[in-house]
């Protein structure tokens, strides 16, 4: 009991020193104090077409790769959609994305994103209907005008693994100028965009 009493007393001193005016503070003691939380960032879904930005391997916040869980899971996709001539799509963009589309492979997830319209864009400002001369000034690094689609004439962004393709539907590597204007984009992951659409 005594040295229960000690202690006790011990505790009471030690921690009436730091209320004391009496008392100064070691002015080299190091004070500690905890930062405020960060505000968390929130997520707002795009409600249009106007709001998604074409980057290498995605279109808004939609990569190439994710399973057909998980763009169900973004609320822009709509699954298991009757299409014409008995054609079922595993996923299509909600009725309010217009000019873009979405391949899918065996298993339903994404393998291929498309631009058809004018909206959306890059973040440098390219989109369906800029001119090759646009496309190369936004992407100086770009490959060479090749051969793409259906015997027409493209050329690619590519960062990474990560890909944006650009059809120039009107022109062939012979005859593209540079007032040619991209009439499809199409962002994969892994190969080159085949820039093709074709099928169900």
């Known amino acids: 009991m ?3 009493g ?3 007393v011990l505790i009471l001193l030690t921690s009436g020193c730091a209320d004391d005016p009496g008392v100064e503070a070691d002015p080299t003691a190091e004070v500690t104090t905890s930062a405020a939380p960060e505000p968390t960032a929130t997520t707002t879904a795009p409600e249009n077409s106007s709001a998604l930005v074409v980057r290498p391997g995605s279109i808004g916040p939609v990569s190439v790769g994710i399973s ?3 763009a169900v899971a973004t609320g822009l996709f ?3 959609v009757e299409g014409v001539e008995g054609c079922t799509f595993e996923l299509r963009w909600k009725k309010q994305f217009e000019g873009v589309d979405v391949l899918t492979g065996s298993d339903g997830g994404i393998v291929s994103l498309g631009v058809t319209a004018g909206v959306p ?4 400002g390219v989109g369906v209907g800029s001119t090759l001369a646009e496309v190369k000034a936004a992407y100086p690094e770009r490959s060479p005008v090749a051969g793409a689609g259906f015997d027409q004439a493209g050329a690619f ?3 990474g693994d990560d890909h944006i393709g650009f059809l120039f539907g009107d022109a062939t590597v012979a005859t593209i100028k540079p007032t040619s204007n991209v009439s499809f984009m199409e962002v994969t992951s892994g190969d080159l965009p ?6 169900c």
């Open 2 to 4: 005594r040295i229960l």
């Open 6 to 8: 000690a202690v006790a």
């Open 121 to 124: 864009q890059t973040s440098a």
């Open 194 to 199: 085949e820039l093709m659409r074709s099928g």
């Open 68 to 70: 057909k869980e998980e």
């Open 78 to 80: 709509d699954a298991d």
């Open 157 to 159: 962004h590519t960062l």
